[in-house]
């Protein structure tokens, strides 16, 4: 195989247990709340607290690879992320379940950006969507075994077990990264910004813990408020101190690049959304439907399935149409099928279920590729490690605005049907307002230049008027 397609798939170890993981733990969520003596709107905490660890750690990521070597790095995060696995799995408290999830956050924020470094420093510009591709095909098999996987072990053994799943996954990626990947790094990089570092990391943590804690069980909402203000204001002086040096962690003039920008900002408002899903979905299936964790499991798996179908063929839409088609049109079709979700009684057929989350996980993954690429698609090579620590930032961000957004929601419509517990008919509202959220996002991919990312889609200008390559 060639070393250009053998590159993404050792990277996508990183992606596969982050997916496994992410997925696992949202359908066995009921469970482990059930065992912990938690409410389940309660363990929102334990999946952002992942969040907040990347937010604080993302941005020394690209410092770390340039200073240390993408190869070492992404070797030492895949060993964290393995040993918080561990310290999940024993955890005995709530308190102790979120602090390993920090844990293994810590190694998810060097992992997941280090191995996208990798994969941009070391594949032609030209290839990077067909790389992109390869890259998430191998990563999304754990989505797709995730649910069913994890729901299984849910049902007849016990949801600690799960945990143990990426231990010879990390081992495997150590080995093969070990064996065929360069340790590439940026030469003459600055001194890390100690200043920008504090002020953005503690910043963006405080901001996400102000969005995830508020609510029922958890802190009172006047100090996630409080919280989340504080975060806003060092966020605030982040970006007044970014400007003043020359180096700084998180380097907020890429935004002067338009197509960085509507990929940055049309991305979050995207992923506000569909970050909501995995969060949503299985509370509705196994708390509002009465189904267990293995068949709650053998439903979801089918968006996973729907995005692996599209991934082969993202590059050839793209290179027909061009981003800023797919990106506008594409968005609203994957927002109406996150819509129709919501939708879902527990008199739906099951077959109407499947094929719903199915063409939906196509449209979601063929917008996810489209953002993922279309974002650098202006970067100079010299400054791709800044680009992808800003992106993982916002990412994160995202998925965590998502959550809390969703969970908000879902309180809130409870609350107001005066039961106290959980039901079906609460959770249309929670998916219908993040579906809006989501379809927003084309607003901004409009602003895109009818031309944008052509060389990445694949993509010819001949007199103002983009053609696609012939094979």
């Known amino acids: 195989m060639r070393r250009e397609r053998l590159i993404p798939i050792i990277v996508a170890t990183g992606l596969f247990m982050e997916n496994t993981d992410s997925t696992v733990i949202a359908t066995s969520l009921p469970a482990i709340a059930a065992d912990l003596h938690q409410d389940p709107i309660a363990l929102k905490l334990a999946l952002t607290a992942y969040l907040v660890s990347l937010a604080i750690f993302i941005p020394v990521s690209g410092w770390m690879a340039d200073r240390h070597g993408a190869r070492t790095v992404f070797r030492a995060a895949l060993g964290v992320f393995m040993a918080g696995s561990l310290a999940c799995a024993v955890a005995g408290s709530l308190e102790g379940f979120v602090a390993a999830r920090f844990f293994q956050g810590m190694g998810g924020a060097m992992m997941v950006p280090v191995g996208r470094l990798l994969l941009l420093r070391s594949v032609p510009r030209s290839e990077i969507v067909s790389a992109m591709a390869w890259l998430t095909i191998p990563a999304l098999i754990g989505p797709v075994l995730g649910p069913p996987l994890g729901g299984f072990i849910t049902t007849y053994f016990h949801w600690r077990w799960i945990f143990f799943i990426n231990l010879p996954i990390g081992f495997a990626g150590i080995v093969l990264t070990t064996l065929f990947i360069a340790n590439v790094r940026e030469p003459g990089r600055a001194p890390l910004d100690v200043a920008g570092f504090l002020l953005s990391g503690f910043g963006l943590a405080f901001l996400m813990l102000g969005l995830s804690t508020g609510g029922r069980h958890l802190i009172p909402l006047g100090v996630s408020v409080g919280l989340g203000a504080f975060g806003a204001v060092l966020v605030g002086l982040y970006a007044i101190h970014s400007g003043r040096i020359a180096a700084p962690l998180l380097d907020l003039s890429l935004l002067r690049l338009s197509t960085f ?211």
């Not at 990929?263 to 979905?281: K, M, N, S, T």
Request: glycine share 10%.
């Open 261 to 471: 920008t509507a990929g940055l900002a049309g991305g979050l408002l995207f992923r506000v959304g569909v970050g909501a899903v995995p969060f949503l979905l299985p509370l509705m299936l196994q708390i509002g439907f009465g189904l267990n964790p293995l068949h709650s499991g053998l439903l979801t798996f089918a968006s996973a399935a729907g995005a692996m179908v599209m991934k082969g063929l993202a590059s050839r839409v793209l290179r027909r149409f061009g981003f800023r088609q797919v990106l506008v049109w594409n968005g609203l079709v994957a927002s109406a099928f996150l819509a129709g979700t919501g939708l879902f009684t527990p008199a739906t057929p099951v077959a109407v279920i499947l094929v719903v989350l199915l063409v939906g996980g196509c449209f979601r993954s063929l917008e996810f590729t489209s953002l993922n690429t279309i974002v650098y698609a202006d970067v100079p090579t010299e400054r791709m490690s800044a680009a992808t620590s800003l992106v993982g930032v916002v990412q994160q961000l995202a998925v965590s605005t998502g959550i809390a957004l969703g969970a908000l929601v879902l309180e809130t419509t409870s609350h107001l049907r005066m039961k106290p517990d959980l039901s079906a008919g609460d959770f249309w509202p929670a998916f219908l307002v993040v579906a809006v959220v989501s379809a927003s996002s084309s607003l901004l991919f409009r602003r895109l230049h009818p031309d944008a990312g052509a060389e990445m889609a694949g993509r010819v200008v001949i007199r103002g008027k983009p053609m696609a390559e012939s094979a």
